[in-house]
């Protein structure tokens, strides 16, 4: 006697769920404060190195900065986002700007010599 072959089933593919997350107020969880971002991006990531750049340096750190024009610093956190995360976060960035603008004022930009 032959064997029936087994038809497969195929199934209709899941529909995406939209799904929200809330974040709860962990006392340990790691903070950083930084003051210094540097952005870059490949194909697949893009990526945000951050570092606490020093507001005042030792007289070694100062005379070298001057000499050089570079002040060396170890990212304190890299993060790395997926393109499709990009567009929502700049939208969330603005939205807190704004707010945080409405409540303490206008954010003053750095000066051009400065931003590069």
């Known amino acids: 006697m032959a064997r029936q072959a087994r038809k497969k089933r195929v199934s209709a593919p899941e529909e995406p769920t939209a799904v929200s997350i809330s974040f709860e107020n962990v006392e340990d969880a ?3 404060y930084v003051n210094y ?3 870059s991006h490949s194909r697949h990531d893009f990526v945000a190195f951050c570092t606490q750049a020093p507001t005042k340096l030792s007289p070694e750190e100062r005379e070298e900065v001057l000499r050089t024009k570079l002040l060396r610093q170890e990212p304190l956190v890299r993060l790395v986002l997926p393109p499709t995360i990009i567009p929502g976060l700049i939208r969330a960035l603005q939205i807190q700007r ?3 603008e409405d409540s303490f004022g ?3 930009e750095l000066p051009e010599e400065i931003k590069e």
Do not use: A
């Open 30 to 32: 790691p903070l950083f």
């Open 37 to 39: 971002v540097e952005v």
């Open 98 to 100: 704004e707010k945080y």
């Open 106 to 108: 206008k954010i003053n």
